[in-house]
């Protein structure tokens, strides 16, 4: 069965810093990545995704992905945070080939991100 | 345009009881997936419905059912409340079961 590792439950970080917020999933057959950001008493966001075509996927708010089949990691980036991300970021997977779907969204146990000024 | 519903936002309930939450899809979306988030993990998968047919279902016991209405609509059933039910639940919808979900607020449920 897939699995999501998330390697930091919390990264602290300065305003205008940059931040890297790492993933691994478990299976190194084709699959489709997620990255899902929740504000505090709030639903999932959709940040960005990767389906298929360019490794390299940019999502709202300056986000972006480097998905890197071999080493099976889906890491998270942004060159420069605001206050204003400060939340909690979930990275899921859900496989093609299990009805063809992006349902059945399997999830990491979260990163909370806290931007200091 | 309203994105997804779900009602109602917080429950407090005891042990042993039965408990229905409902979501409203978004607009033109035919797809609603259940998921439970406990307290510090991630949300895990419960089950996903599709033309009014259970489609995909997670790791749950048979507590947990669910509907699928006409309109879309969905409801989460749990019998039975155990304290390690007390979650958010997540609604979310998608227009068929290949594109991507969109998440509702999510219900808070607490079981004493």
């Known amino acids: 069965a897939q699995s999501v590792t998330q390697l930091d439950s919390q990264v602290p970080v300065f305003e205008e810093a940059p931040v890297e917020l790492r993933c691994n999933y478990s299976s190194s057959v084709s699959v489709y990545l997620f990255w899902y950001v929740q504000y505090p008493n709030q639903g999932l966001q959709l940040l960005l995704k990767?389906?298929?075509?360019?490794?390299l996927v940019k999502g709202i708010n300056g986000f972006e992905a480097e998905f890197n089949k071999s080493q099976t990691s889906f890491h998270l980036r942004k060159p420069s945070v605001h206050i204003s991300d400060t939340a909690e970021y979930f990275c899921?997977?859900?496989?093609?080939?299990?009805?063809?779907?992006?349902?059945?969204?399997?999830f990491g146990k979260g990163t909370k991100l806290s931007v200091k000024p | 345009d309203a994105g997804v519903t779900q009602s109602p936002t917080h429950l407090i309930k005891t042990r042993g009881q039965q408990v229905t939450l409902r979501c409203s899809p978004k607009?033109?979306?035919?797809?609603v997936s259940w998921y439970q988030q406990a307290l510090g993990q991630g949300p895990q998968f419960i089950f996903q419905?599709?033309?009014?047919?259970?489609?995909q279902r997670g790791n749950f016991p048979d507590r947990f059912s669910g509907h699928q209405f006409p309109n879309y609509s969905s409801e989460l059933n749990v019998n039975a409340l155990l304290l390690g039910d007390s979650a958010l639940y997540l609604c979310a919808s998608s227009l068929d079961h290949l594109h991507e979900q969109f998440f509702g607020p999510g219900t808070r449920l607490t079981v004493l």
């Open positions: 990767y389906l298929s075509g360019s490794t």
């Open positions: 899921a997977v859900s496989d093609p080939n299990y009805g063809g779907s992006q349902g059945n969204l399997i």
């Open positions: 419905y599709y033309e009014e047919e259970e489609r």
């Open positions: 607009s033109g979306h035919d797809t």
